[in-house]
């Protein structure tokens, strides 16, 4: 599945407040015991069936819950099964429904302490980033550490902090067996890349995100891409096109399989980074 991305969604915010039916999708298997469970197009969040409790990376926004519970009943699985929450970063749209869900099943939640302060500090910028989404304040059971994995049944999730898009950004690997071969494969979500934190308009404007981060992002490009990732999956699907192959995945066939997704995405995000900061100083000049 060679690298390809698409077009953001339209008008996503306004669709996923006021009608979110409108871009869901049903769940599907990515990966062998992992599956995409968000219920609609725009955030992504995974299900990882560690053999003794599930896991699940990110809620998006409270609005879009109902279709991420539905998700995770017509995978078979009960939202109680689920025992741990790990959230990305601290953006509304990827841990608005955070409260919602550790409520309804019970599970230890995790965030980076960076992005939790952030919360703290600046939940204009956050957790109540667009009054279009109800995102509920939340508080993280436990803190990522770069060298302790998260362990729950025989799955073990490395977390990385990866700064940039906002100062606590958390990217998550874990390793799956296939069971129809027995080849492992390493899964690998990266906590964010959007360049629309990334840029000195945002900067002027944030009360924490200083310039400095972009340039730790555009620094950990070639080390993170750099990580062997035979599966990579997107927060926002339209980041890594995976939607396109929704409900295709067989053990025997793998779809998603392509270790060369991983650094040609991070690539074209650094790439995107770059040319919004070029944009911008053009613009400049010729206002100036």
């Known amino acids: 599945m060679p690298f390809r991305c698409t077009k953001p969604t339209p008008h996503a915010v306004q669709i996923m407040t006021s009608a979110p039916w409108k871009l869901a999708v049903k769940p599907f298997q990515v990966a062998p015991r992992t599956y995409y469970v968000s219920g609609q197009s725009w955030v992504g969040a995974y299900l990882i069936d560690t053999g003794d409790g599930l896991v699940l990376i990110d809620t998006a926004i409270a609005e879009s819950a109902y279709l991420l519970v539905d998700s995770i009943y017509q995978l078979g699985y009960r939202p109680q099964d689920i025992k741990k929450i790990l959230i990305s970063h601290a953006h509304v749209d990827h841990c608005g429904g955070a409260a919602l869900m550790k409520e309804l099943t019970g599970a230890e939640l995790y965030m980076s302490r960076e992005d939790y302060d952030f919360m703290q500090k600046a939940p204009e910028e956050t957790i109540e980033l667009d009054p ?157």
């Open 132 to 288: 279009r989404m109800h995102g509920w304040h939340f508080e993280p059971d436990r803190f990522y550490s770069d060298d302790e994995p998260v362990e729950l049944g025989d799955v073990s999730i490395r977390t990385l902090l990866t700064p940039g898009h906002t100062i606590g950004c958390t990217s998550f690997f874990w390793e799956v067996a296939n069971p129809a071969n027995g080849e492992r494969y390493v899964c690998g979500m990266h906590g964010g890349v959007g360049a629309n934190t990334m840029n000195d308009e945002y900067y002027q404007k944030s009360k924490v995100l200083t310039p400095d981060l972009r340039e730790r992002f555009l620094a950990d490009v070639e080390k993170v891409g750099s990580i062997h990732v035979d599966i990579a999956l997107p927060s926002h699907p339209n980041q890594i096109a995976i939607l396109d192959k929704a409900g295709t995945y067989r053990d025997e066939e793998q779809p998603y399989l392509d270790p060369t997704v991983w650094g040609d995405f991070l690539r074209e995000r650094a790439r995107q980074v770059k040319e919004w900061e070029k944009t911008a100083a053009d613009v400049h000049k010729v206002i100036a």
